[in-house]
Every structure is written in structure tokens, then in C-alpha cells.
């Protein structure tokens, strides 16, 4: 005859310990509902602030998505869709693109820089990608000149364009005044 032991012992411990837990939160549930909590008193909440407005969405986030990508094709087609002449963001994207793709086209590169920075005189990225674009044309003089002005507006701490310029013209001068893209 073998020794046979039944489940009943830890399902009997097991239901005991659920019914006593059940108990034990109906007795809270009991207590709370006959004695509700005591807080302090709080000041008079003040009125509700308006709602900050919403950001306006970024128009060129698509154009700004598809360079990112490398599709240059793609992004100056959207760039053209948006079309919008009075932004220096939009024309440096313009010159960007024009000046990094398949067929590089520096002339129209060089007229959307010069026209973002005709709108924003301090915007970084066009001071940076313009000093790139005369480094592609072999103009080493106007990109420290744009060195030159990135490192007044950026100040003493310095600023990513600062740097990614600095470094094209580090690159350019050690291949022997041949401009050298960067490999990020």
C-alpha cells in the first residue's frame, strides 16, 4: 500500500488566506466609509492659467526628415511644395539639399544661403553650410570668414556649427586645399 497525500492541505491554506484577506480589506472598506479622512484645510486653489498654445507644427519637418535620410530628390520636390520664400529655415534646407545632391548645383546652393542669412544674419546653420559650400569651391578665405562670425555669435563655450566648420576646414587644409565632406 503507498503512502498517499491529498491536495486538500494547501488548497485548505490557500482558501483560509484569501478569506482572511478578503476580511481584512471589507473591514477597511468598513472603517474608511464610517470614519473619512481628515485633511488640512487647503487655500483657495487659484484660477486656472490659460492653456498655452499649441507650437505650431514645423512645415519643413518633412523636407528636414527626407535630407536626414539622404533622399535628396525627394526633399527638394517637398521643399519646392512648401515653398516658403521668407524663411531663412526653408532656404538654408534649400541650400542643403541643392548643394548635397547627386548633382550638386552650388550656384543656387550659394543664392539660398546668402538669402537665409539675408533674413537671419545669425542663423548657424546657414554660417556653417555656407562656409562648407565655399570650401567645396575652393574658397578657403570665406569659409573663415564664416568660421570667423559662428565663433562671435556662438561665443566663448563655442557651438556645433563652430566645431563641424572648424573641423571641414582642418580636413580641407590637410588634403592639400581639397574640400573633404565629412564621413558622420
Avoid at 491554506?13 to 468598513?30: D, E, F, P, W, Y
Avoid at 490659460?50 to 519643413?60: G, S, Y
Wanted: hydrophobic share 45%.
Amino acid at each position: 500500500m503507498t503512502a498517499h497525500t491529498t491536495p486538500t492541505a494547501p488548497t485548505a491554506r490557500l482558501l483560509t488566506l484569501s478569506a482572511a484577506t478578503l476580511a481584512l480589506l471589507l473591514a477597511q472598506a468598513a472603517h474608511a466609509a464610517d470614519h473619512p479622512p481628515v485633511f488640512p484645510a487647503r487655500p483657495a486653489a487659484a484660477p486656472a492659467a490659460a492653456p498655452a498654445p499649441a507650437p505650431a507644427a514645423d512645415k519643413l519637418a518633412q523636407a528636414r526628415y527626407l535630407t536626414r535620410s539622404l533622399q535628396w530628390p525627394a526633399a527638394l520636390d517637398e521643399l519646392k511644395r512648401i515653398n516658403d520664400t521668407g524663411s531663412a529655415d526653408w532656404h538654408n534646407l534649400m541650400g542643403y539639399t541643392l548643394r548635397n545632391s547627386k548633382a550638386p548645383d552650388l550656384a543656387a546652393a550659394e543664392k539660398h544661403y546668402a538669402e537665409a542669412l539675408r533674413i537671419d544674419p545669425r542663423h548657424r546653420n546657414a554660417l556653417e553650410y555656407s562656409g562648407e559650400l565655399y570650401l567645396m569651391k575652393g574658397d578657403l578665405d570665406k569659409a573663415q570668414a564664416r568660421l570667423a562670425t559662428l565663433a562671435s555669435e556662438c561665443g566663448a563655450s563655442g557651438c556645433q556649427q563652430q566645431a563641424q566648420l572648424q573641423a571641414a576646414i582642418e580636413r580641407y587644409k590637410a588634403a592639400g586645399n581639397k574640400y573633404v565632406p565629412s564621413n558622420w
